[in-house]
């Protein structure tokens, strides 16, 4: 009994990662390098020191994930830096609106920054539940966003 609940927790990380591409996911570590090439002895063209960026997974090779980052840089990056955690980040020039419902006319929450990272609670019909700062959530535009894809129902 015990060896089988060991293998489904050993096996549950690396089932998270095998999704078919394109996927979001988020950089889990506080440095992730990209690199040129699905190895360690490819160059690395980009040490990102922000966890919970959002990511959009491209290709899946073994260890390997062709990732592209919010500002639209592809390189490769190790699964291990990687976290199915979804997220997303504020985009735009000015500050966007977070609502205490999925509609404008409700009480607005919130003005968020552009580059403010959130995790993504839920969306649908173009509204996602943005928690940002740990205890501060609201609704937002999908548009205001990047990490989700439109049309897409995130539970």
């Known amino acids: 009994m015990l060896a089988g609940v060991c ?7 690396a089932s998270a990662q095998e999704k078919t591409p394109p996927y ?26 922000r966890r919970d960026l959002p990511i959009r997974v491209l290709k899946i090779y073994p260890n390997w994930r062709y990732i592209e980052d919010p500002d639209g840089v592809r390189g490769w990056m190790l699964v291990t830096l990687l976290s199915d955690r979804r997220t997303a980040i504020v985009r735009g020039n ?17 003005k ?6 959130g995790r993504v609670d839920k969306c649908s019909a173009g509204w996602c539940r943005l928690n940002v700062a740990g205890d501060r959530s609201g609704y937002v535009h999908l548009t205001d966003i990047w990490g989700v ?7």
């Open 7 to 13: 293998v489904a927790l050993v096996a549950a990380p």
């Open 112 to 117: 968020v920054e552009p580059g403010v990272i």
């Open 24 to 49: 979001w996911a988020s950089i889990a570590s506080g440095q992730a390098m990209m690199r040129t090439g699905p190895g360690r002895n490819f160059p690395g063209v980009w040490l990102y020191q």
């Open 149 to 155: 894809s439109d049309g897409e129902a995130v539970k």
């Open 94 to 110: 000015q500050p966007r609106p977070l609502y205490a419902r999925a509609d404008e006319s409700s009480r607005l929450k919130y």
